[in-house]
């Protein structure tokens, strides 16, 4: 069998954990490659909200095997958090999340390190969550982390010299912290991890594939916050893209099948960073509230503009869609013209592939199509899509050069309308 990819193409946030809610069905297994609690996936049915941070969001649908891939890096404290507000709304966990030992462990000097990097960023810091991801990763890479499958070895002595190491650092970089209660909390989430399966989820899931069984990968973050590709340094620092999944899983690029692009039918950013086609007037404030543009995890305000082609065509090539995912068409609902992103002016020549740089001087090339101006938020079926929609759907497939082949027009499962365009 093969494994499915699902990734966001703009900069996070597109709306990912709503549609892997909505595929898991046709999936045996679901899995998470990359990223930890940064990220926030948002589901909604049956009236009830959730948002997910490290659990995948395969967890909702029957007894499916989700998985925490060697990609993730897992914070316990939050994890345990998340775990029991899902445990107490009557969605046991233990038998069906399985944690690969390999995923590395954010600890609490993680996350003051995450402050305090960017308290010395002072104006250029990254907006990062503040959740100790870049220190985390960065451990992993220089060959200091703490992995889950360390819980069971040797444990208190590895904390104790990562704890060591970081301790220092903050103390060259003059930073005041108190541990007391991160730390306090943190170890009660380690007791707490001690429950779950710790599996070397490499194995397990190349066992599942040859036996047939089906596995959907869910991306954390987006195309454009990717540490290789994205607008850097304005970045996380994961691979985001494909090819994430395959180091972040242990799965060979041979196995990968189809991959599902998400993107919203405008676009969004929270944090710093260049964003080209950026709106900073009323039409930006009417998409940032129709579509309750606010962060899942940190409720910060997140920054809102009309869809930008040129940087979704760079997100397409480089993670080989091969199914388009539109979301929120929604919000647009109501706008008379819809713009999209067709081009950069740069040095006043006109481009339309993704460049090297785009913090300064990028100007956005934009075409125009006619709004629909129809509540399109009870709609069941394609039929029913006004044609002003469908005009801005073939227009958005011919630059992008994919079939759109999932169109969201609300936050709730039920509000999801395959296509059915020929295979
Ligand atoms: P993720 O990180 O990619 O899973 O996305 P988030 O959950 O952070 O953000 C997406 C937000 O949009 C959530 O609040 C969803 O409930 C909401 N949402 C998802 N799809 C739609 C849609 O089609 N229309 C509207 N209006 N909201 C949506
Ligand atoms: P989901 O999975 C949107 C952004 C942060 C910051 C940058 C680096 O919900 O789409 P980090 O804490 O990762 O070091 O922050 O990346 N960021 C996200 N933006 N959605 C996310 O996740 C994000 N995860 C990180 O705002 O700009
Ligand atoms: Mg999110």
């Not at 899995?31 to 589901?43: C, D, I, Y």
């Not at 954010?106 to 305090?116: F, G, Q």
């Not at 870049?134 to 070895?153: A, E």
């Amino acid at each position: 069998m093969k494994v499915d990819v699902l990734l966001g193409l703009q900069w996070g946030d597109e709306g990912k954990g709503k549609v892997v809610d909505v595929l898991t069905p046709k999936y045996d297994v679901v899995a998470r490659f990359q990223g930890g609690p940064n990220a926030g996936h948002t589901l909604e049915f049956e009236g009830q909200k959730y948002v997910l941070r490290s659990i995948p969001s395969g967890i909702f649908q029957g007894n499916k095997v989700n998985i925490i891939g060697n990609g993730v890096v897992l914070d316990p404290a939050l994890f345990k958090a998340e775990a029991e507000a899902l445990e107490a709304s009557g969605h046991p966990l233990k038998e069906r999340l399985h944690i690969s030992k390999k995923a590395h462990l954010i600890l609490p000097t993680h996350r003051i390190l995450d402050a305090a990097y960017e308290a010395a960023k002072g104006d250029a810091k990254v907006g990062t969550t503040g959740k100790g991801i870049g220190p985390t990763y960065t451990d992993k890479v220089s060959r200091n982390g703490v992995r889950v499958g360390d819980i069971l070895h040797n444990f208190e002595q590895k904390y104790a010299a990562a704890k060591a190491r970081h301790e220092e650092i903050l103390k060259g970089l003059n930073y005041e912290y108190d541990l007391t209660e991160l730390e306090k909390t943190w170890l009660e989430g380690i007791e707490y991890l001690k429950q779950f399966h710790f599996v070397d989820s490499e194995h397990e899931v190349n066992n599942l594939l040859k036996d047939g069984k089906s596995v959907l990968c869910e991306g954390a973050q987006g195309t454009m916050l990717d540490i290789d590709f994205g607008s850097y340094p304005f970045v996380t620092s994961s691979n985001t893209v494909c090819a994430g999944a395959c180091t972040g899983l242990g799965v060979a690029p041979n196995r990968i099948g189809e991959v599902y692009g998400i993107f919203k039918a405008y676009c969004t950013r929270v944090g710093a960073g260049p964003f080209p086609s950026e709106l900073f007037d009323e039409t930006g404030d009417k998409m940032c509230t129709l579509g309750h543009e606010f962060g899942s995890v940190t409720g910060r305000k997140r920054r809102c503009g009309w869809i930008d082609l040129v940087a979704l065509k760079y997100s397409v090539m480089i993670n080989g869609v091969t199914k388009l995912i539109m979301m929120k068409s929604d919000v647009l609902d109501t706008f008379d013209i819809i713009k999209a992103c067709v081009a950069y002016k740069v040095d006043g020549e006109e481009i339309d592939y993704f460049p090297y740089d785009i913090t300064d001087g990028v100007e956005p090339v934009y075409a125009e199509l006619p709004g629909w101006k129809i509540d399109m938020t009870k709609m069941q079926s394609e039929d029913e899509f006004p044609e002003e929609f469908n005009a801005y759907l073939t227009f958005l497939e011919d630059q992008l050069g994919v079939e759109i082949k999932i169109v969201s027009v609300g936050p709730d499962r039920a509000q999801t309308i395959e296509r059915y365009t020929e295979e």
